[in-house]
């Protein structure tokens, strides 16, 4: 395991994870993740490893599916009203420490349309080779949705891994910063 | 497929959940409706005594998982795991020796003063510590195929264990069960192993005292060495 963290950052994510995807090796597994998570799975590496031998790129959680104008993976709406629990998969922890309480989503591993940006791991050379990247279009929102939507065009499979964290923040929907981003999606990708 | 969590514990009845890391951290398995658990509460008798007795009341089908009760599990994926796991092994643990040696007084020491065996035989990682996500320790790369697993945590079918005899020795209470337990199973023919789980241990196991020294030398009358 290698370290790259971009310290005091203001940037979006899709300007850092770019050049921090472009930096690395050829041979490298890259692994994106939110820095309010904590890892309570100490196997983390051999699991990123096995996800990937199944996967093109993996996340903790997600929908099988995708729907028109979806805000968010685990919404279908703009009434934010969740998926059924039979498109959805993961399990992930929420608190301020380790060890959270585990919300269930669906039952992993499970083949998907969408990966919570939280956690996302893929080959350096499985996204060089497909042209698949991070769009600076998007800062804090929406860059998760449209990676995987551009990853699956190029077609990549998705899925989710049994990989245990606990995220420490929760996801913030209907900002004007998040409004501005899930416009600048449907604009991009019409629906 | 029933998976039932199997322990023991000094507390009180109301007192497990509230009070030992493994009952809290059951908790965080209730999405799982394929697990099940019992704990032998206000308990002073040996393990041995307390997980037979679970294992004879058990169905046929059931997958046992032995505790203790002072474990956090970091890992919400346990039983998903614990399954995975019997698909390779008969018996799994967390941390063991792919080898014994003549009077070997751990599953991780070599020799009566102590000293770990070698890196390259032994197999696991395990977090210690006070609270969930403890300091890890490093044994060896998981899975590995052992000869002995550390008690802390042991998985197998029910119907394995009763069609190969393998039973936990009430000669023994709360220290050596574990290493006899590896050594009848071996010695049975079932093949064990570690497996990736992750799991935070609150205290140190006691090596040493006098109940220890009386329980290492009834395994070492049983076994002769």
């Not at chain 1, 499985?126 to 551009?150: E, I, Q, S, W």
């Not at chain 2, 058990?58 to 614990?82: E, G, K, N, P």
């Not at chain 2, 003549?102 to 020799?111: E, I, M, V």
């Amino acid at each position: 395991m290698t370290v790259q963290v971009a310290t005091s950052n203001k940037r979006g994510l899709p300007l850092v994870y770019n050049e921090m995807l472009d930096q690395a090796t050829d041979d490298s597994v890259v692994v994106f993740m939110h820095d309010d998570i904590w890892i309570d799975d100490y196997y983390l590496i051999q699991r990123v490893f096995e996800g990937l031998d199944r996967f093109d790129v993996i996340g903790i959680a997600g929908n099988r599916r995708r729907v028109a104008h979806q805000p968010a993976w685990h919404y279908i709406n703009m009434e934010f009203q969740w998926d059924t629990p039979e498109n959805l998969s993961g399990l992930v922890a929420h608190g301020p420490q380790p060890g959270g309480t585990v919300q269930y989503y669906g039952s992993v591993p499970a083949a998907c349309e969408f990966l919570d940006g939280a956690f996302l791991a893929a080959k350096k050379s499985t996204l060089v080779k497909h042209n698949v990247r991070f769009d600076p279009l998007f800062d804090f929102h929406f860059y998760d949705l449209d990676f995987c939507r551009t990853a699956r065009k190029k077609g990549l499979q998705l899925g989710t891994w049994p990989i245990c964290i606990t995220h420490q923040g929760s996801s913030i929907f209907g900002t004007p910063e998040w409004r501005r981003n899930y416009q600048a999606y449907l604009t991009k990708w019409r629906s | 497929m029933n998976v039932q969590i199997v322990s023991a514990t000094r507390c009180a009845p109301g007192d497990f959940q509230i009070k030992t890391a493994l009952g809290k951290s059951l908790e965080r398995l209730a999405h799982d409706g394929r697990m099940t658990v019992r704990v032998a509460t206000s308990n002073s008798r040996g393990l041995p005594l307390v997980y037979n007795e679970m294992l004879d009341q058990a169905t046929d089908d059931t997958v046992m998982v032995f505790m203790h009760d002072d474990i956090w599990i970091d890992d919400y994926y346990l039983i998903q795991r614990v399954l995975q796991g019997l698909d390779q092994f008969d018996v799994i643990g967390i941390a063991g020796n792919r080898r014994r040696v003549a009077n070997q007084p751990g599953w991780h020491f070599k020799d009566i003063e102590g000293h770990q065996d070698d890196p390259e035989n032994l197999s696991g990682l395990i977090a210690c510590g006070p609270q969930p996500g403890g300091e890890v320790q490093y044994y060896g790369a998981v899975p590995a195929a052992c000869e002995l697993l550390d008690g802390v945590f042991l998985a197998g079918k029910k119907r394995t264990l009763t069609q190969h005899n393998v039973r936990f020795d009430p000669l023994f209470d709360f220290h050596f069960y574990d290493m006899d337990f590896c050594r009848t199973a071996r010695q049975n023919g079932l093949r064990l192993g570690t497996w990736p789980i992750c799991l935070t241990h609150q205290s140190n196991p006691i090596f040493g005292s006098l109940e220890w020294q009386r329980n290492y030398q009834a395994y070492l009358t049983k076994w002769s060495s």
